[in-house]
């Protein structure tokens, strides 16, 4: 990619040209707002076209004192990290199955996509449906093959809810990660395998001293990745449980929502991004940081 | 001379024609928004909107359905964004809850000239009475009562017309049903924080003599104390015979319980009888109706509110409009059409439509007289939260807009905290909220 | 030994689809189910099969009306994506001039950017110039949302594309716009349709702008109508498994189509990062 013709890279403008209906776009709908968001955050918004109060720190204060915000930056915490981790294992187990030499292998690691390809409100109606305390046949399972008594409230008691909305943003995820895992495993030289076979070396072995350090920047690249989107997740949480029982689920971008649209404090919601947006930059460049140390070791 | 006398008489005369035929047929087009989500309700209002349209020319009602669950964030969204409607439906407590955003017009005049005709009860009129001016034009009521299952009671040992009347009773019938082996869980219980929950506890609060949640000064809250704490433990006494799952229950999941037979009481508004009859596997006979339990030392009683229409729009042609919808949605035969869109569920306001035969001609109200005179004389006790008071808080609507009671419920129910805890966090939201 | 191993090998491949995929078989043929039949014992096949939650879907909810409103928008969108997006990815990765390196950066970080911070903003803004409420506001929504994936996207299609070919035709004497159109677009077609699907099935799916952007019935879009649907009608079940059903159609049959090129240009851009 470095090496460009001379021929096409003449004159700047027809490049700028190029990118500026991108550009603009995401300036006037993404650049503007987050700057807006910043102004909001520092006054008193509470209708639409009511006059504006500068209110200074004030709101910034109030999200800080409030238990259910610190509550929701733990939960946060535990919603993102659990989702990477389970995402990388469960990604990487699902690949190194798929992986495999079987009838309609081809047929099979494009459609193994389909939980991700569907909207998340078909998650929501399949999985609702599925784990309902009456009506649902996982519960149905469970207690004819006598593991419980009383049907699970998966997704409306305080033990089960997180869990059960993690492994199912896990189920949503878990395909799209190993679709590209498949395809890095696929990079991995057979002949290094049949060397080593022939070594001796056991199926273990080769799996950690060949076929993951092969793929382990593209695991890197998919745990930065899910992070940040875990992180961000609304809809899977906001469809399944509204964030309830009570507060359970609520991480921050659900937090920030009902801040904004079922109180509206649309100012003190905007204190809140900026502050997890904050939180999202120290982890992004601390990460980057432990990678590139990481990197240099090498 | 004369001629162009004449021709000027001519052409102004084709002037006036024009001028009054452009503007005939250019009806005044008024947008209505209303709640009553269910296919039937539906239907109903929108024939009734395309009916008034056709007899008056000059006006154009065009109904919309909204939902209750979401309407607390989406009409404040909808206004603030100019995309609100001109007039919809309403109930105190969201009425107050849309004020603050300063585009509710009193309807005083209107209320007044219908007056003339007709005498409103003063349950359904009095909560849209505050700051001299009423808000809205009632336009039907609803009220709790104890819905149970004569069949099961009846498999249960049970006197299938002897209802629980007592609190004591009540919890003696659901211990006697679960251990009769015939239901597994004898009451449904909602338990979402939804206003089907809101509900419920405030009807418990009633007839237990705790319906003020705000004391004679309404900004002091008096949400915190014994006989609200009652109601909620007794709530939670119920909640425990309730089916697994509750705490996600609204007003959907206890009626399907109910009509599919997983459970023999649930106490609710009066859709069950119109329901009972699209859903359930038993003639309407089997449906049994009585007034919601009280405790001994209680008051009888339940929530009762009525639904009105409020008017959001300050242009005078589309008011003038409005007041002739409503006078036409007033008439006994009207009214009671509009109320047998679920028969037995929506009870008049004015006397003159509950002692119309119009009202009590529909089949399914045949049946069930006793059912729909219990929850009329309920309504006669029925109360409201935060308009308990001849003052009402400007900020009340924030109970409900944020199912404040329905919160408090799930500290006990989800959070495991005791009744007495729960209340004094409730009474602490509460607080907060009308900040 | 090996019959061991082969019993082994087909029943985890057998475990992971029965996780992934086997649910939406299963609520596929509970749409099949009457309503008493699901309220009862499960079985595996209906008792009898029925199609009567999808004549409620289309009697009792606009279902159509939400259809067809995520159709538009959809489209919409992944042809604005895929047009702006494919302009600036040749921008960035074929000219040269000062900052593009910049630019790169800007789209990927405008993309991991949490979206909730522009929610409200964007809310008052749209209000503000009367576009609130329209399936423009939600195209200006998604478009933001996802095109700048698609430049990330296209920067693996892109590398595949030789520069050696473009340069030829250049030499030869055709313009810059008709090189673009004639030799570069062909070739990088793949990608583009890889952008096009995603961004119709980011557009279809997407509910958090949808749910807030849209306020009348008329505009609503699929997840949002039926998500209304879910909270307003918990226990109809079989309508929900039938809408479930006919939600995910479209992206299947797009997937069908396009899912080569789609899953190629994921993991081009996930494996090259």
Same mark, same amino acid.
Request: glycine letters at 6%; aromatic letters at 14%.
């Given at each position: 990619?470095?090496?460009?013709?001379?021929?096409?890279?003449?004159?700047?403008?027809?490049?700028?040209?190029?990118?500026?209906?991108?550009?603009?776009?995401?300036?006037?709908?993404?650049?503007?707002?987050?700057?807006?968001?910043?102004?909001?955050?520092?006054?008193?918004?509470?209708?639409?076209?009511?006059?504006?109060?500068?209110?200074?720190?004030?709101?910034?204060?109030?999200?800080?004192?409030?238990?259910?915000?610190?509550?929701?930056?733990?939960?946060?915490?535990?919603?993102?990290?659990?989702?990477?981790?389970?995402?990388?294992?469960?990604?990487?187990?699902?690949?190194?199955?798929?992986?495999?030499?079987?009838?309609?292998?081809?047929?099979?690691?494009?459609?193994?996509?389909?939980?991700?390809?569907?909207?998340?409100?078909?998650?929501?109606?399949?999985?609702?449906?599925?784990?309902?305390?009456?009506?649902?046949?996982?519960?149905?399972?469970?207690?004819?093959?006598?593991?419980?008594?009383?049907?699970?409230?998966?997704?409306?008691?305080?033990?089960?809810?997180?869990?059960?909305?993690?492994?199912?943003?896990?189920?949503?995820?878990?395909?799209?990660?190993?679709?590209?895992?498949?395809?890095?495993?696929?990079?991995?030289?057979?002949?290094?395998?049949?060397?080593?076979?022939?070594?001796?070396?056991?199926?273990?072995?080769?799996?950690?001293?060949?076929?993951?350090?092969?793929?382990?920047?593209?695991?890197?690249?998919?745990?930065?990745?899910?992070?940040?989107?875990?992180?961000?997740?609304?809809?899977?949480?906001?469809?399944?449980?509204?964030?309830?029982?009570?507060?359970?689920?609520?991480?921050?971008?659900?937090?920030?929502?009902?801040?904004?649209?079922?109180?509206?404090?649309?100012?003190?919601?905007?204190?809140?991004?900026?502050?997890?947006?904050?939180?999202?930059?120290?982890?992004?460049?601390?990460?980057?940081?432990?990678?590139?140390?990481?990197?240099?070791?090498? | 001379?004369?001629?162009?006398?004449?021709?000027?008489?001519?052409?102004?005369?084709?002037?006036?024609?024009?001028?009054?035929?452009?503007?005939?047929?250019?009806?005044?087009?008024?947008?209505?928004?209303?709640?009553?989500?269910?296919?039937?309700?539906?239907?109903?209002?929108?024939?009734?909107?395309?009916?008034?349209?056709?007899?008056?020319?000059?006006?154009?009602?065009?109904?919309?359905?909204?939902?209750?669950?979401?309407?607390?964030?989406?009409?404040?969204?909808?206004?603030?964004?100019?995309?609100?409607?001109?007039?919809?439906?309403?109930?105190?407590?969201?009425?107050?809850?849309?004020?603050?955003?300063?585009?509710?017009?009193?309807?005083?005049?209107?209320?007044?000239?219908?007056?003339?005709?007709?005498?409103?009860?003063?349950?359904?009129?009095?909560?849209?009475?505050?700051?001299?001016?009423?808000?809205?034009?009632?336009?039907?009521?609803?009220?709790?009562?104890?819905?149970?299952?004569?069949?099961?009671?009846?498999?249960?040992?049970?006197?299938?017309?002897?209802?629980?009347?007592?609190?004591?009773?009540?919890?003696?019938?659901?211990?006697?049903?679960?251990?009769?082996?015939?239901?597994?869980?004898?009451?449904?219980?909602?338990?979402?924080?939804?206003?089907?929950?809101?509900?419920?506890?405030?009807?418990?609060?009633?007839?237990?003599?705790?319906?003020?949640?705000?004391?004679?000064?309404?900004?002091?809250?008096?949400?915190?104390?014994?006989?609200?704490?009652?109601?909620?433990?007794?709530?939670?006494?119920?909640?425990?015979?309730?089916?697994?799952?509750?705490?996600?229950?609204?007003?959907?999941?206890?009626?399907?319980?109910?009509?599919?037979?997983?459970?023999?009481?649930?106490?609710?508004?009066?859709?069950?009888?119109?329901?009972?009859?699209?859903?359930?596997?038993?003639?309407?006979?089997?449906?049994?109706?009585?007034?919601?339990?009280?405790?001994?030392?209680?008051?009888?009683?339940?929530?009762?509110?009525?639904?009105?229409?409020?008017?959001?729009?300050?242009?005078?042609?589309?008011?003038?409009?409005?007041?002739?919808?409503?006078?036409?949605?007033?008439?006994?035969?009207?009214?009671?059409?509009?109320?047998?869109?679920?028969?037995?569920?929506?009870?008049?306001?004015?006397?003159?439509?509950?002692?119309?035969?119009?009202?009590?001609?529909?089949?399914?109200?045949?049946?069930?007289?006793?059912?729909?005179?219990?929850?009329?004389?309920?309504?006669?006790?029925?109360?409201?939260?935060?308009?308990?008071?001849?003052?009402?808080?400007?900020?009340?609507?924030?109970?409900?807009?944020?199912?404040?009671?329905?919160?408090?419920?799930?500290?006990?129910?989800?959070?495991?905290?005791?009744?007495?805890?729960?209340?004094?966090?409730?009474?602490?939201?509460?607080?907060?909220?009308?900040? | 030994?090996?019959?061991?191993?082969?019993?082994?090998?087909?029943?985890?491949?057998?475990?992971?689809?029965?996780?992934?995929?086997?649910?939406?078989?299963?609520?596929?043929?509970?749409?099949?189910?009457?309503?008493?039949?699901?309220?009862?014992?499960?079985?595996?096949?209906?008792?009898?099969?029925?199609?009567?939650?999808?004549?409620?879907?289309?009697?009792?909810?606009?279902?159509?009306?939400?259809?067809?409103?995520?159709?538009?928008?959809?489209?919409?969108?992944?042809?604005?994506?895929?047009?702006?997006?494919?302009?600036?990815?040749?921008?960035?990765?074929?000219?040269?001039?000062?900052?593009?390196?910049?630019?790169?950066?800007?789209?990927?970080?405008?993309?991991?950017?949490?979206?909730?911070?522009?929610?409200?903003?964007?809310?008052?803004?749209?209000?503000?110039?009367?576009?609130?409420?329209?399936?423009?506001?939600?195209?200006?929504?998604?478009?933001?949302?996802?095109?700048?994936?698609?430049?990330?996207?296209?920067?693996?299609?892109?590398?595949?594309?030789?520069?050696?070919?473009?340069?030829?035709?250049? $030499?030869?004497? *055709? #313009?810059? +716009?008709?090189?673009?159109?004639?030799?570069? !677009?062909?070739? /990088?077609?793949? @990608?583009?349709?890889?952008?096009?699907?995603?961004?119709?099935?980011?557009?279809?799916?997407?509910?958090?702008?949808?749910?807030?952007?849209?306020?009348?019935?008329?505009?609503?879009?699929?997840?949002?109508?039926?998500?209304?649907?879910?909270?307003?009608?918990?226990?109809?079940?079989? $309508?929900?498994? *039938? #809408?479930? +059903?006919?939600?995910?159609?479209?992206?299947? !049959?797009?997937? /069908?189509?396009? @899912?080569?090129?789609?899953?190629?240009?994921?993991?081009?851009?996930?494996?090259?990062?």
């Amino acid at each position: 990619m470095k090496r460009i013709s001379s021929v096409i890279l003449k004159d700047p403008t027809f490049g700028l040209l190029l990118v500026l209906p991108l550009l603009l776009w995401v300036a006037v709908t993404l650049l503007y707002p987050a700057v807006d968001a910043v102004r909001i955050s520092f006054s008193n918004v509470r209708y639409v076209g009511l006059p504006i109060k500068y209110v200074g720190l004030t709101n910034f204060k109030h999200v800080l004192s409030e238990r259910e915000f610190w509550d929701s930056v733990i939960r946060t915490v535990i919603w993102s990290v659990s989702n990477v981790a389970l995402q990388l294992v469960g990604s990487l187990g699902v690949a190194l199955v798929l992986n495999q030499e079987y009838k309609g292998k081809e047929f099979i690691r494009n459609w193994i996509i389909l939980p991700w390809v569907l909207p998340t409100i078909v998650l929501a109606i399949v999985w609702k449906w599925i784990l309902d305390p009456t009506h649902g046949v996982a519960n149905y399972i469970l207690i004819r093959l006598g593991i419980v008594e009383r049907p699970i409230e998966f997704l409306s008691s305080t033990t089960w809810t997180l869990p059960t909305a993690i492994l199912l943003n896990c189920w949503r995820w878990i395909p799209y990660f190993s679709v590209i895992v498949l395809a890095a495993l696929q990079t991995v030289p057979k002949e290094l395998h049949e060397a080593a076979a022939i070594d001796g070396a056991s199926r273990w072995k080769r799996f950690t001293h060949i076929t993951l350090p092969f793929i382990s920047p593209v695991l890197k690249v998919i745990a930065l990745n899910s992070l940040l989107w875990s992180a961000n997740i609304f809809d899977t949480i906001w469809l399944l449980t509204r964030g309830g029982p009570l507060d359970h689920t609520t991480t921050l971008p659900i937090y920030i929502y009902s801040k904004a649209f079922r109180s509206f404090r649309f100012s003190e919601a905007a204190a809140a991004i900026l502050m997890f947006l904050g939180l999202l930059l120290l982890v992004i460049i601390y990460l980057r940081i432990l990678f590139k140390e990481e990197g240099a070791q090498r | 001379m004369k001629a162009r006398t004449i021709l000027l008489v001519v052409f102004l005369g084709c002037l006036l024609m024009t001028v009054l035929y452009a503007t005939s047929t250019k009806p005044i087009k008024l947008v209505f928004w209303h709640m009553e989500a269910r296919p039937h309700r539906v239907e109903r209002i929108k024939e009734l909107c395309e009916e008034f349209n056709k007899t008056h020319p000059g006006i154009e009602i065009m109904p919309q359905v909204q939902s209750w669950g979401e309407i607390y964030q989406l009409a404040p969204a909808a206004i603030q964004a100019g995309r609100g409607p001109d007039f919809m439906l309403t109930i105190p407590d969201f009425l107050l809850y849309i004020k603050a955003l300063g585009v509710v017009q009193p309807v005083t005049d209107i209320i007044k000239d219908l007056q003339q005709k007709y005498t409103f009860f003063d349950s359904a009129l009095e909560p849209y009475y505050f700051d001299k001016e009423y808000w809205a034009v009632p336009i039907y009521g609803m009220t709790f009562a104890l819905w149970y299952r004569k069949d099961i009671f009846r498999k249960a040992g049970l006197d299938p017309n002897r209802p629980p009347r007592t609190w004591k009773e009540l919890l003696e019938y659901c211990e006697k049903l679960k251990n009769s082996g015939v239901v597994k869980y004898p009451i449904a219980v909602p338990g979402a924080i939804h206003m089907a929950t809101d509900q419920l506890i405030y009807t418990l609060m009633v007839v237990n003599k705790a319906e003020h949640i705000f004391g004679e000064d309404p900004n002091k809250v008096i949400f915190d104390n014994p006989r609200t704490v009652e109601a909620y433990a007794f709530y939670k006494k119920l909640f425990d015979y309730s089916p697994p799952g509750s705490t996600s229950w609204a007003w959907d999941e206890p009626r399907t319980a109910l009509f599919t037979g997983q459970v023999a009481m649930v106490m609710e508004k009066g859709h069950y009888i119109k329901g009972w009859v699209d859903n359930a596997n038993a003639p309407l006979s089997e449906l049994g109706c009585a007034p919601a339990p009280i405790p001994e030392d209680g008051q009888p009683g339940a929530i009762y509110y009525s639904n009105g229409l409020m008017l959001l729009t300050n242009d005078p042609q589309k008011r003038a409009a409005f007041k002739e919808f409503v006078e036409w949605l007033h008439q006994p035969n009207v009214m009671s059409r509009l109320l047998h869109m679920d028969p037995g569920f929506f009870l008049p306001v004015t006397r003159e439509v509950l002692y119309s035969d119009a009202f009590w001609s529909d089949p399914v109200i045949k049946e069930k007289i006793p059912a729909v005179l219990i929850q009329i004389e309920t309504a006669k006790h029925g109360k409201l939260f935060g308009f308990t008071r001849d003052t009402v808080n400007p900020n009340a609507g924030v109970v409900s807009a944020e199912n404040i009671l329905a919160w408090t419920a799930q500290l006990i129910t989800v959070k495991g905290l005791s009744p007495e805890e729960a209340v004094k966090l409730g009474a602490k939201k509460i607080e907060e909220a009308i900040k | 030994m090996k019959v061991i191993g082969i019993i082994f090998k087909y029943l985890s491949v057998a475990v992971v689809l029965t996780i992934f995929v086997g649910p939406m078989i299963w609520v596929g043929i509970n749409s099949l189910k009457p309503t008493p039949e699901l309220l009862g014992t499960p079985s595996f096949l209906p008792k009898k099969v029925t199609f009567e939650h999808y004549k409620h879907l289309f009697n009792r909810i606009a279902f159509l009306r939400y259809y067809r409103n995520s159709f538009i928008v959809g489209v919409v969108t992944a042809t604005v994506t895929a047009v702006a997006g494919a302009f600036a990815a040749y921008s960035i990765f074929r000219c040269k001039y000062p900052g593009r390196g910049f630019l790169y950066r800007f789209f990927i970080s405008s993309y991991v950017f949490p979206k909730v911070l522009v929610l409200v903003p964007l809310y008052i803004m749209f209000s503000k110039i009367g576009i609130i409420d329209t399936p423009l506001a939600l195209v200006a929504a998604h478009v933001m949302l996802i095109a700048p994936f698609s430049v990330w996207i296209l920067r693996a299609f892109f590398q595949n594309v030789p520069v050696e070919i473009e340069e030829a035709a250049l $030499i030869d004497g *055709a #313009g810059r +716009v008709q090189t673009i159109f004639k030799i570069f !677009i062909p070739l /990088a077609a793949p @990608g583009i349709a890889a952008i096009w699907i995603n961004a119709f099935l980011m557009s279809w799916s997407e509910y958090l702008f949808a749910s807030t952007l849209v306020i009348s019935d008329s505009t609503k879009t699929l997840p949002v109508g039926m998500a209304y649907f879910l909270q307003e009608y918990a226990i109809e079940w079989g $309508i929900m498994m *039938a #809408g479930s +059903v006919l939600i995910a159609i479209p992206p299947i !049959i797009g997937f /069908a189509f396009a @899912g080569k090129y789609f899953v190629q240009g994921l993991t081009a851009g996930g494996i090259k990062e």
